[in-house]
Structure formats: C-alpha cells, structure tokens
C-alpha cells in the first residue's frame, strides 16, 4: 500500500492549509470499504486522531479541531483531505494519513504554524 500526502507547510496563525492524502498499490480496489483517518504527532507528544471518515462517511473530530476541519473522501480518486481553518501554534505537528484497522501509515506531511 502507498500513500501520497501532501498540502503541508508553513502558515501563519488564522490560516488555512488541506491536505490531501491518495492511497494506491493493493488498497485500490478496496479504498471505499476501508475507514479512513488522519492523525497528528507533534514534537514530544503522542500522536493523536484528529479526524476519521468511516466508509458510511460518518466523521469524527478531535475537541481541538472541531468546528475548523473537515474530512472529506472521493472513492473514485481514492483520496481523503482534510480541510483545516483558524490554524494556531498547537496544531503545528507532522499530519499522517491511515488506513482503520490496517497498520499501513503515510510517511506524513510537516504543518507548521508560526508568525
């Protein structure tokens, strides 16, 4: 299974950034049975769920990211994003995609969030 992550970068406080993730290789055929996720690890912490999309498209949000990012999925482009607003200094962490239930990873995406 591979994974292209990118939308990552730098960003002023207030700012927006989406990150698109594409799964390809033998999740292919099976990208729209599979629950999807992103996760965040920033520098000395655990990595931590920020949003999930089930295959039914039912979503989940970490409290922090609520109300300013929305996960999204196209089945056909086999691609989750994950729109991000009102960014601030605590979401500065490096962004994984991942595939529920599987132990296949992004090699994740650096947001960084500094004026």
């Known amino acids: 299974v591979q994974f292209v992550e990118s939308g990552g970068g730098l960003v002023q406080p207030g700012g927006s950034l989406t990150l698109s993730c594409t799964v390809s290789g033998e999740a292919d055929i099976h990208f729209r049975h599979y629950h999807m996720a992103w996760y965040r690890q920033a520098p000395g912490k655990q990595r931590e769920l920020v949003a999930a999309?089930?295959?039914?498209?039912?979503?989940t949000y970490h409290d922090s990211v609520k109300g300013r990012c929305t996960i999204s999925r196209d089945n056909a482009g086999r691609t989750i994003d994950l729109q991000m607003s009102d960014l601030n200094t605590e979401d500065t962490a490096v962004y994984y995609c991942?595939?529920?239930?599987?132990?296949?990873w992004g090699q994740g995406t650096q947001v960084t969030v500094s004026s």
């Open positions: 991942h595939i529920q239930g599987h132990p296949w």
């Open positions: 999309i089930t295959k039914e498209e039912i979503r």
